[in-house]
């Protein structure tokens, strides 16, 4: 991520300035600037403003504006602004600071004008030494100067579905903020340092790099010479990727969530049909093509996390029973995993989507054309179903769907079962039992998925399996999954190195309070309690 140093500006301009007028035009300067005017003037005093705009390329999160007044004249009213003062041997030095509504200010972004009465004597004169953030008013002249390009791109390393570049630092007049990683024309990594790790990859693919450097100014460098490299093969280690809720208010920061839990992994609920047919959409309110939420999912990534945005859940409706042919679910697919440049999908599989085999089927083809075309870029595309259990394994309808998905050629990265509201019937007297029930359903699923996948070993079925419980209270207000049932799930997880643990939801964790499911777990616990148990699972 960009590091950007501010180097901020002001501009001022003689009291006798025509009414109106402005300081000279910013182009060309860089920092914060602050234009002076005049908006009118009379025998005993006069009114200017100043408007201060953020020139750099980073939001500046607020300002500090200061001026002198010679003795006999002083500001005797100010509005859209916080307004001190010092006496000084020669008159008065004020200080204006940001007020909440005028701040923080996004690049290219002013404040609200600043405007002041002046009480003065015969002589006017203007304000002198004006300072925007201690920096002088006239601003500093632009950058326009490149980095130098950076050299000897190379692999430096490669795992599963991934390549490790390095290469040498380049070199700016004031500093280099950070390197663009290219395949062809797109930015597949942006780093600070000289470094950076390529995943997504197709296991034994080969791909051509380039890297760039850019400064805080927004110069960049050609590219460097090309680097060709193979991508690693074999599998990954399991991981924790607990479920949030995007439509929750306020939409959740992923930064924070995972800075706060140690959780560095998401899966993203939920992309549904939206309110035309077959139109993805998260949750009924945003169009992935505008690619709502990316900045969050971006900083995941760029911090060595992965984030996997979730079709499906129990409410609206799901996007394979809204489009009718497979080619028109495919490009509704293809769209999410181009704009999110997405390596992983999941697809949470509730309620009647479970028993229409027809749009079990139409999302199997689907996916499995969208897979091959990702394949055919030497791009992997992992596919996991989140899937009804019972401590007695999936349903029947849930085994169609894992033979849909093997008729259609799908690769099925990972069967992930939600371990929640088994029912008495299904798990009796669960008091003290939801994690052991979590284990069962883990342990019935594994058989069924052998019994599909029948040339799998025990390991590389159990490599396929992810639970999800409910944390705290589930719906079936009898069933509690509490902390001691996830250091349970825990320690079978990591004995039979499961593909992956999850929970619903990471707000719930986080508030960790007493109150409605949607944003509580009612039970004992502090916050993140849950996700740092899961946050330490490798498989």
């Keep these: 991520m960009r590091r950007v140093t501010l180097s901020l500006a002001a501009a001022a301009a003689l009291i006798a300035a025509p009414l109106g007028a402005f300081a000279a ?78 701040a923080p200010l996004a690049p290219g972004a002013s404040a609200p004008a600043v405007g002041f009465g002046v009480t003065t004597g015969a002589v006017q004169t203007a304000p002198a030494n004006c300072t925007v953030n201690n920096q002088p008013c006239a601003g500093a002249p632009a950058d326009t100067a490149a980095p130098s390009v950076p050299a000897n791109l190379r692999s430096t390393a490669t795992g599963p579905g991934s390549v490790t570049l390095g290469w040498n630092a380049a070199t700016d007049n004031t500093a280099v903020a950070g390197y663009h990683v290219r395949e062809g024309s797109a930015v597949v990594a942006t780093v600070t340092g000289t470094s950076a790790t390529v995943r997504g990859l197709l296991g034994g693919s080969s791909h051509t790099f380039t890297v760039s450097a850019f400064d805080a100014a927004g110069n960049e460098s050609a590219n460097s010479a090309a680097a060709t490299a193979v991508a690693g093969t074999g599998t990954s280690a399991g991981t924790a990727a607990p479920y949030v809720d995007l439509g929750a208010y306020p939409t959740p920061s992923l930064p924070a969530l995972s800075a706060a839990s140690g959780i560095k992994e998401f899966s993203l609920a939920f992309i549904i049909n939206g309110s035309q047919p077959c139109t993805a959409s998260w949750f009924g309110a945003y169009d992935p093509a505008t690619g709502w939420n990316k900045a969050d999912m971006d900083a995941i990534r760029d911090a060595g ?33 181009d704009v999110y440049a997405l390596d992983r999908v999941d697809f949470d599989i509730e309620g009647t989507a479970v028993t229409d ?9 689907a996916l499995a054309q969208v897979q091959a075309a990702q394949r055919a870029k030497g791009r992997d595309l992992k596919v996991s179903l989140t899937l009804p259990v019972l401590p007695s394994g999936l349903t029947a309808d849930g085994v169609y ?37 979590a284990i069962q359903s883990a342990q019935s699923t594994q058989a069924q998925i052998r019994s599909v996948w029948t040339g799998l070993t025990d390991a590389q079925a159990y490599a396929m399996v992810g639970v999800t419980p409910m944390l705290g209270q589930n719906d079936t207000t009898s069933e509690v999954f509490g902390i001691t049932d996830a250091q349970q799930l825990l320690a079978f997880a990591q004995q039979n190195h499961l593909g992956e643990l999850a929970f619903w939801e990471m707000t719930r964790d986080a508030n960790a309070c007493t109150g409605s499911l949607p944003k509580c777990t009612n039970v004992p616990q502090t916050p993140y309690q849950f996700s740092k148990i899961f946050a330490a699972y490798r498989g």
């Design 357 to 365: 085999h027809a749009s079990v089927d139409r999302r199997s083809a």
């Design 305 to 337: 996390g992965d984030v996997r945005p979730s079709f499906g859940g129990a409410n609206g409706t799901e996007l394979a029973q809204s489009c009718t042919t497979v080619a028109a679910l495919a490009a509704q697919y293809q769209k999410v995993v």
């Design 401 to 437: 769907i894992l033979q849909s998905a093997k008729n259609a050629g799908l690769a099925v990265d990972l069967v992930n079962v939600m371990a929640m509201d088994f029912g008495d019937w299904a798990a009796p007297s669960p008091a003290g039992k939801m994690g052991a029930y």
């Design 25 to 102: 035009d910013a182009a060309g300067v860089s920092g914060l600037v602050a234009d002076y005017a005049v908006s009118q003037s009379w025998s005993t005093g006069f009114q200017a403003t100043y408007i201060v705009t953020n020139h750099t390329n980073a939001t500046v999160n607020s300002w500090s504006l200061a001026f002198d007044l010679p003795t006999g004249e002083s500001v005797s009213s100010l509005w859209n602004g916080v307004l001190t003062s010092t006496a000084t041997p020669t008159g008065t030095h004020y200080t204006v600071t940001s007020p909440t509504w005028a």
